[in-house]
């Protein structure tokens, strides 16, 4: 499954990677595009209650990312399968220590001069036509080629300025935004044969919200459900194992916004529905943490 795990908020970040900053001076407009573009996105999903989101950005120099750089007639290509151990190696340093929240990142990579232009493959050995690549459960990729960074310029005037039009690229990480929420793509205007239509990439339709809250609210309750029966069956196997008050008042709020969910889904009000999922699974996984770290066994 490559949507993301349903979270109270997430912490949304966009990172510029610069191959070689000795080649280029490399600025983006991308406040400005944030907000034009996602803060509608992200202003319709909080007005039905589905999360709150944070935004930030940020530049980082990575000269060693030793992506597996193949020539391919008058260009170079990687392969998607090699893309996410080369992103594994940014983990530490794209990774936030302020907030426990759900990372979701977005990288524009800036290769080097020698690696242009730089063409992502897609598993049936085709060019990716955005020249993207989307990370279940972390994000999106896409790889940008300045025509400064041709090779036959690449000795002059270093380093360069580039300027990247992150208004060209933004659409592209929307719709991989969307796809890890579990919102289905209608970019080409059509969904099981049937015409839409056209929606700018940062709104969404109601019947998009919709299906995005029905879906979440079975995924978080399915999920509550499972983190349950799993309490159950430890404590069917452990007899004279000490419930504290804290995990008991865990699994009781648990429960209690099962039933409040349920009850406002079956009354149609679906926003009120997924908070109270969303509500429910949070509890359920304090309260498995709790059991594993607080539980203590009795002196027989």
């Not at 202003?43 to 120099?61: P, T, W």
């Not at 796809?179 to 015409?195: W, Y």
């Not at 990439?201 to 509550?224: C, G, H, M, T």
């Amino acid at each position: 499954m490559r949507v993301l795990k349903s979270s109270r908020s997430y912490r949304l970040s966009f990172t510029l990677l610069v191959a070689d900053p000795n080649e280029c001076n490399v600025h983006w407009n991308i406040d400005e595009i944030i907000t034009d573009l996602l803060e509608p996105l992200l202003a319709d999903l909080k007005d039905v209650s589905f999360s709150n989101f944070s935004v930030e950005s940020q530049v980082h120099y990575y000269p060693d990312l030793h992506l597996p750089v193949r020539q391919k007639d008058s260009y170079k290509t990687v392969r998607i399968r090699d893309l996410p151990e080369a992103i594994s190696r940014l983990e530490a340093k794209l990774a936030s220590h302020i907030t426990q929240d759900p990372d979701v990142h977005f990288l524009i990579y800036i290769p080097k001069a020698d690696e242009y232009p730089l063409k992502i493959v897609t598993t049936k050995g085709t060019i990716s036509e955005s020249n993207s690549f989307l990370i279940q459960q972390w994000g999106g990729l896409v790889v940008y080629n300045s025509p400064k960074m041709n090779t036959s310029q690449k000795h002059h005037d270093l380093p360069m300025e580039i300027v990247v039009d992150v208004r060209k690229v933004m659409p592209v990480f929307l719709t991989q935004f969307k796809a890890l929420l579990g919102i289905p793509d209608i970019s080409k205007g059509r969904l099981c044969n049937v015409q839409l239509p056209e929606l700018p990439p940062y709104k969404l339709a109601d019947w998009q919200i919709d299906r995005l809250l029905r879906f979440k609210v079975l995924e978080n309750l399915f999920s509550s459900m499972s983190a349950l029966t799993s309490l159950v069956g430890l404590l069917d196997k452990v007899k004279n194992m000490v419930i504290s008050d804290e995990i008991q008042h865990l699994v009781t709020s648990s429960v209690t916004a099962f039933h409040q969910c349920l009850l406002h889904v079956e009354n149609g009000d679906l926003h009120k529905g997924h908070v109270f999922s969303v509500e429910s699974l949070t509890q359920a996984g304090e309260f498995l943490l709790s059991f594993i770290f607080c539980t203590v066994p009795l002196q027989s």
